[in-house]
């Protein structure tokens, strides 16, 4: 009892103090503060302001069981009293001069100021972020349009290059990276212009080339329409507009051409014939097919058409094959006379002078004719072929139609035919001067030998800026219509009985139509039946003379 009464009066003692210092702490305080005193068990003694401490128990407040568990201080952190203010509070311990725990003091710290700061810190960060925010956003902006400007440009380059302008090019430098890349557009449109240029000068000597072709060629796609064609197919099948992207039956009309493609699709194998085509006009075709296998998934087999015209070299060989008949025929005919004659004279009419001689007569006639056709016959062959070359000269036109006339003058006093010669001027002209007495013999001699008595032939000379012209016209038997395109085929005659009857060949024409086509001439016939002939020969001068 009187131990406990000595530590009452001892805390009495010390709270007295305590409240006596308080109240000059308390003055230094601001209003909303408060100082407390606890005894050791956290009970609260005294506060300046009951209004924020409790009266109860304060063990497991957190700053005083801090304290009590033996801590030199003990803070509450930021939190609320029981008004709702903001406060901070911390305790500390009270010890007496015999160094014992006697108790707890506490302050408090009403911030309910720093609800303002705290409003107008967040107001502040908030206006600051906005700030931020607008800042940053106008930085981007600039940043963004800087980088998307150069690669908006390098877009825009791309689609040209797309569209194959390889012009264009990038010339920016803002940025290295970007600037590489454009360097890199550029290089690839330069490689892209380099390799265009190349296919394209590829595809116009492939176009040239198809162009100048006499072998047409058509390109069919797995569906059978047209893909490509070239002029000389319109040639070949007669069709003057192209029919790219129709079906292959609108451009060929023969059953045996089409017939060969559908094969070739069916079988998948190259094929060629020979066909007939007998519509627009009547020809024979060497026809090739050739598969080109198609890719799996991306195109079907495609196919090229080859049309090469062997009408004319069909004709040459059958003109060939009855040149080499009629030649036998010919020789045979003067040849079986001379064998004949001569058997007979063997056989005993030598003996008979006058037989003797009529006899020879013949064998003489027939040999000089045997000799003229073997004669033509080579010279044909060489002017066919160009085997004797050209002796180039200028030459009179006029002299040399004299000096024909003068050869054929004779039979012309025989059958009292007219000959004459019509020219303004004297003709010249560069050539070979044996080759014009050849053509002018020719035409002179047949015009004599088809004009009946009284007669005329009239050989006209004409010479302009370009050419010359030669006319040999005569009042003859004429030639019929349906043989006027034949006349300079070998061995062809129109009246072969007359001919033969005035030592005719049948190669004088085809010879004059050969040495006119060396000289890069053209000869032409006009002729009408019973009324009389005239053929024209042109020697252009701006050819050269082979």
């Known amino acids: 009892m009187h131990k406990f009464t000595n530590q009452f009066l001892a805390l009495s003692d010390t709270v007295i103090t305590a409240v006596n210092e308080i109240g000059g702490i308390q003055r230094l305080l601001d209003e909303g503060d408060a100082i407390a005193l606890l005894n050791e068990k956290g009970n609260l003694v005294y506060s300046s302001n009951p209004s924020i401490?409790?009266?109860?128990?304060?063990?497991?407040?957190?700053?005083?069981?801090?304290?009590?568990?033996?801590?030199?201080?003990?803070?509450?952190?930021?939190?609320?009293?029981?008004?709702?203010?903001?406060?901070?509070?911390a305790a500390f311990p009270l010890y007496n001069e015999s160094g014992d725990f006697v108790g707890i003091v506490r302050l408090s710290h009403n911030l309910s100021e720093l609800e303002g700061?705290?409003?107008d810190t967040l107001e502040a960060a908030l206006l600051f972020s906005l700030v931020a925010i607008i800042l940053a956003s106008v930085i981007a902006r600039r940043l963004t349009r800087r980088l998307s400007e150069p690669l908006e440009n390098i877009k825009t380059i791309v689609e040209q290059i797309a569209e194959e302008n390889y012009e264009v090019r990038y010339y920016g430098a803002d940025y290295p990276e970007i600037s590489a890349l454009g360097d890199k557009v550029n290089d690839l449109s330069d490689s892209l212009q380099e390799k265009t240029q190349t296919i394209q000068e590829s595809n116009e000597r492939i176009n040239l080339l198809m162009d100048k072709l006499v072998i047409g060629v058509v390109l069919l796609d797995e569906e059978k329409r047209i893909q490509m064609m070239n002029p000389a197919v319109q040639k070949i099948v007669g069709k003057k507009d192209s029919l790219i992207g129709h079906s292959?039956?609108?451009?060929?009309?023969?059953?045996?051409v089409i017939r060969l493609?559908?094969?070739?699709?069916?079988?998948k194998k190259h094929m060629n014939d020979e066909i007939y085509q007998y519509y627009p006009d009547e020809k024979i075709l060497?026809?090739?097919?050739?598969?080109?296998?198609?890719?799996?998934?991306?195109r079907g087999d495609q196919l090229i058409v080859l049309l090469y015209d062997i009408t004319e070299i069909r004709r040459l060989e059958k003109v060939r094959t009855d040149f080499v008949t009629n030649a036998s025929h010919e020789l045979r005919t003067p040849v079986t006379a001379l064998k004949g004659f001569a058997e007979t004279l063997l056989d005993g009419a030598m003996s008979d002078p006058v037989i003797l001689r009529q006899?020879?007569?013949?064998?003489?006639?027939?040999?000089?004719r045997l000799d003229t056709l073997v004669n033509d016959i080579l010279e044909l062959s060489r002017v066919e072929q160009k085997q004797v070359p050209m002796r180039i000269e200028k030459i009179n036109i006029n002299e040399i139609t004299r000096s024909?006339?003068?050869?054929?003058?004779?039979?012309?006093e025989e059958k009292e035919i007219t000959l004459m010669l019509k020219a303004e001027k004297e003709v010249f002209f560069e050539g070979d001067k044996s080759r014009f007495e050849q053509i002018l013999s020719n035409l002179i001699y047949n015009a004599v030998n088809y004009t009946d008595q009284k007669g005329h032939v009239t050989v006209h000379l004409d010479q302009t800026d370009e050419e010359i012209i030669i006319q040999v016209e005569d009042t003859g038997i004429g030639i019929p219509e349906e043989d006027l395109l034949r006349i300079f085929e070998r061995f062809y005659r129109v009246d072969k009985a007359r001919s033969r009857n005035t030592g005719g060949t049948g190669l004088g024409l085809s010879i004059v139509r050969y040495l006119v086509k060396n000289m890069n001439g053209f000869i032409s016939?006009?002729?009408?039946?019973?009324?009389?002939?005239?053929?024209?020969?042109?020697?252009?001068?701006f050819r050269q003379i082979k």
């Not at 006899?359 to 000089?368: D, P, T, V």
Request: charged share 25%; net charge negative.
């Open 359 to 368: 006899f020879l007569e013949i064998i003489y006639k027939e040999s000089n």
């Open 261 to 267: 493609i559908d094969q070739t699709y069916h079988f």
């Open 404 to 412: 024909c006339f003068q050869i054929v003058s004779k039979e012309a």
């Open 53 to 89: 401490d409790s009266a109860e128990k304060q063990q497991d407040v957190r700053e005083i069981k801090a304290v009590l568990n033996g801590a030199a201080k003990g803070s509450s952190g930021l939190t609320e009293d029981k008004n709702g203010d903001s406060v901070y509070r």
């Open 286 to 298: 060497d026809v090739n097919t050739v598969l080109i296998p198609g890719n799996k998934g991306e």
């Open 248 to 256: 292959y039956l609108e451009l060929f009309k023969s059953y045996g």
């Open 117 to 119: 700061l705290k409003v």
């Open 525 to 541: 016939v006009d002729s009408k039946l019973g009324i009389g002939s005239t053929f024209t020969v042109r020697f252009p001068y």
